[in-house]
């Protein structure tokens, strides 16, 4: 994106495109991929080797939390997502101790506090969504409830971790974006 000068205001086939409609289309789809990774550093279970709770008889634990709990608790968890980014995204970038320029410090800070959020995820989805736990070891899924009843109680822990994920995110993105680009204006959802 350091490259592009004067983009076309009309309607380009990013895929397709040439010059600086292309520079961004490149650039807006890797920073997509970019926030993909970053979200999943946010996630506790892609911070484990045990990555989806088999170790303790809770497999399927890593895809309901990340998954199937953020379908169920839509609508409304996206914009409680946003408010807390916005509200704690300095105490957090603070907290990481990372250098701001140094995306591998931003993501390994991002990796340690997940890690330490596994035993919260655990203990709320064995108290309040598994039916029937597997044995220790295991492949098999522990059975739950249905997400919009089993991740009623996740949905703070899971609102923190996504924020945070935001967070990263965008930290991650004053890295690579021209010094000039200011999103401070970016939109701001009606109360």
């Known amino acids: 994106m350091k490259d592009v000068r004067a983009p076309k205001g009309s309607y380009l086939r990013g895929a397709t495109a040439q010059g600086d409609a292309r520079r961004v289309y490149l650039g807006l789809y890797d920073l997509g991929v970019m926030a993909h990774y970053s979200g999943d550093a946010s996630m506790p279970y892609h911070a484990t080797a045990d990555f989806n709770g088999y170790a303790l008889g809770e ?15 839509e609508p409304g968890l996206a914009t409680d997502v946003l408010a807390a980014a916005r509200k704690n995204k300095t105490r957090w970038r603070s907290s ?96």
Not at 59 to 72: K, R, T
Not at 118 to 136: E, F, N
Not at 154 to 171: P, Y
């Open 59 to 73: 497999g399927g634990i890593h895809f309901y939390f990340e998954s199937d709990c953020v379908n169920a608790l």
């Open 96 to 191: 990481w101790k990372a250098d701001p320029l140094h995306p591998a410090e931003l993501v390994k800070a991002m990796l340690q506090d997940s890690l330490s959020r596994v035993p919260a995820v655990s203990a709320l989805d064995r108290r309040h969504a598994v039916t029937q736990l597997q044995a220790p070891g295991s492949t098999r899924n522990a059975q739950r409830k249905p997400a919009a009843e089993g991740c009623l109680a996740m949905r703070a822990l899971l609102v923190e971790r996504l924020a945070r994920g935001a967070v990263l995110t965008a930290a991650l993105w004053e890295t690579v974006l021209p010094k000039d680009v200011d999103f401070s204006a970016a939109y701001v959802p009606p109360n």
